[in-house]
């Protein structure tokens, strides 16, 4: 941050109290939340435009110390889109599970013309966030200040990794919890909707289909114009298998190509159960049908 000093600084100072007025926080989570440990965790995932894979997306967490987590992640455009715009957003945030609140968010995003570096610092001591804009060609800085009216609270990058572990994953139940983002404090809750077996590159596996509300829409090349539904493994995992996003035209989705961490690796267990499978049925005649 060195060279940030150097920066031309513009400061807009937005700590009235009304920045949030009529703004009830709401938490409603899991009493029993999963026990699933998120450090070491690796995915992958492939991005479609319709049928058009426009882009690829991979995501992991290291452990920092007893308390805290960095979970990172990066998106970049591949097929037919990156002949007409080259996209590369990648980002990191510092998450404390002991305070259940984003200590630090860094964004920095790469869209064509387009190059914006986002800082949000989250200072629980002093109740207030501090969002940085950096303009990396013309080294000038937008910062501006929010007050924090509830703690706990999440941001767009430690939201789905909060649900993940204090979600209420029963069909028909909801979990809503506070969340930052646009600039502002609001409630985000996520309903699921369904429970079934869905088919993936693994195999079939049972998941918990969940529609979060409409203000869950990070920024990025697709903006969001209609429903998004997620579908989590139905176990203490609660892997994110397969994301759909109605978009200005068509659809976006997300599929999960690949997933590692302690104890589990999806693709090696996959591959284990095939030949498993075929092996069994060579042995009893049924190969072959």
Not at 25 to 49: C, N
Not at 60 to 85: E, H, Q, Y
Not at 121 to 148: A, F, N
Not at 182 to 210: C, Y
Request: hydrophobic share 40%; net charge positive; proline share 3%.
């Amino acid at each position: 941050m060195k060279k940030v000093i150097a920066f031309t600084v513009t400061a807009t100072l937005c700590l009235s109290t009304n920045s949030f007025a009529g703004y009830r926080p709401k938490l409603v989570i899991s009493k029993k939340p999963s026990d699933y440990d998120f450090a070491g965790e690796e995915m992958k995932f492939r991005l479609y435009w319709t049928v058009f894979h426009v882009a690829d997306s991979k995501s992991k967490v290291l452990r920092i110390d007893k308390n805290r987590l960095k979970l990172w992640g990066k998106v970049s455009t591949a097929g037919v889109a990156s002949w007409f715009r080259k996209i590369s957003d990648e980002g990191y945030s510092i998450w404390n599970e002991k305070t259940l609140c984003p200590e630090k968010t860094y964004l920095f995003q790469y869209e064509g013309h387009y190059k914006r570096e986002k800082v949000y610092t989250y200072d629980l001591k002093k109740r207030v966030v501090k969002y940085e804009k950096i303009h990396p060609d013309s080294k000038k800085v937008q910062i501006k200040y929010i007050k924090i009216p509830f703690i706990p609270f999440e941001d767009i990058a430690t939201a789905v990794y909060f649900f993940r572990r204090y979600g209420i994953f029963e069909v028909g139940k909801e979990t809503v919890f506070p969340l930052f983002a646009g600039g502002k404090f609001q409630n985000v809750s996520f309903k699921v909707v369904d429970k079934r077996k869905i088919d993936t590159l693994f195999g079939e596996i049972e998941a918990f289909e969940v529609v979060p509300s409409n203000n869950l829409s990070p920024e990025g090349a697709f903006h969001r114009k209609g429903k998004v539904v997620f579908w989590f493994s139905a176990d203490k995992r609660h892997l994110p298998l397969k994301i759909v996003a109605e978009v200005a035209i068509g659809s976006v989705s997300a599929v999960l190509v690949d997933a590692k961490g302690k104890g589990f690796d999806l693709r090696k267990e996959y591959e284990k159960k095939r030949k498993k499978s075929l092996f069994e049925k060579f042995i009893t005649g049924d190969f072959g049908g």
